[in-house]
């Protein structure tokens, strides 16, 4: 059983130098304006700091004047490494970054395996990206929380929606989904994707998604669902993408940040 797992992007996606790395997040997070209420879920991206961390610093904005209103995060994101059927859960009882140990709710995920869409697979979390360049950011936008990885892997929104459901019913539950949006279109055609792509998101349409327009389809799918059982609104924080941020725009890759109360 892997008891606590090694950050597997730490000097590719995000600084691996703990002050490089808090300085990053820093400025980021003031550049950020933040004039939403606590939410209960977020949709924000998950590529190299450089590109996509501006956007997530929109999302994460949001809690720093709220970072004591939450003590759990279930953090659901694609998988890019390893093909499943379902939702991974890992065995460990600690995710590290550079920034220290991040306490897994071995409990929760317990209860999540019961669920026959729910499987322990430490090989998805492995080398995910999707999930462990959220963690820096969590660590210094919250005081004291405990965390839910799940890496989606072929899943629909009512199994994604289920686990989201088994989870969210805690007050202090923030659930976060990671995904970025069109990939490798001209700055032109990606801004046109990814404000359909937005609008479908407002509109909480669960069944409009494909992996073209959003890689973390499933798991969105299936917060789209929950929010529009449980009457949750989607609120667009922000819509860049990679042309925007700190690359070409001959090929760019979209980022959004969404918050759903």
């Known amino acids: 059983m892997d008891t606590i797992r090694q950050p597997a992007v730490a000097g590719m996606f995000y600084p691996a130098e703990p002050d490089e790395l808090r300085g990053m997040l820093a400025r980021y997070l003031g550049e950020a304006s933040a004039a939403e209420p606590p939410p209960k879920a977020m949709i924000l991206p998950h590529a190299g700091y450089i590109y996509s961390g501006p956007v997530a610093a929109s999302g994460y904005s949001c809690l720093l004047e709220n970072r004591d209103a939450y003590n759990r995060v279930a953090l659901l994101g694609p998988a890019h490494r390893v093909a499943f059927r379902g939702l991974a ?20 995920i317990e209860q999540l395996v019961a669920l026959p ?3 322990m697979l430490d090989e998805a979390h492995r080398l995910e990206h999707s999930l462990e360049v959220h963690l820096p950011f969590l660590q210094v936008t919250l005081d004291s ?4 990885p799940l890496v989606v892997g072929e899943a629909d929104a009512r199994e994604v929606c289920e686990v989201i459901e088994a989870l969210a019913g805690d ?3 923030l659930v976060i989904v990671s995904s970025d949006l069109s990939h490798y279109h001209d ?12 609008r479908k998101i407002e509109a909480l349409d669960f069944e409009a998604l494909g992996h073209e327009q959003a890689c973390g389809r499933n798991p969105v799918s299936g917060l789209l669902l929950y929010a529009r059982r449980h ?4 609120t667009t924080l ?17 980022y959004g940040a969404y918050a759903f109360s």
């Open 231 to 234: 009457g949750l609104t989607a």
């Open 89 to 108: 859960a890992p065995s460990s009882s600690v995710f590290m970054t550079p920034l220290g140990a991040v306490a897994i709710d071995r409990a929760a």
């Open 171 to 173: 007050a202090g539950t």
């Open 117 to 119: 869409q729910v499987h």
């Open 238 to 254: 922000d819509l860049r993408n990679s042309g925007d941020t700190a690359g070409p725009r001959d090929q760019v890759v979209g």
């Open 187 to 198: 700055y032109a055609t990606a801004r046109q994707l990814d404000d359909a792509t937005t």
């Open 145 to 148: 929380f405990t965390l839910v």
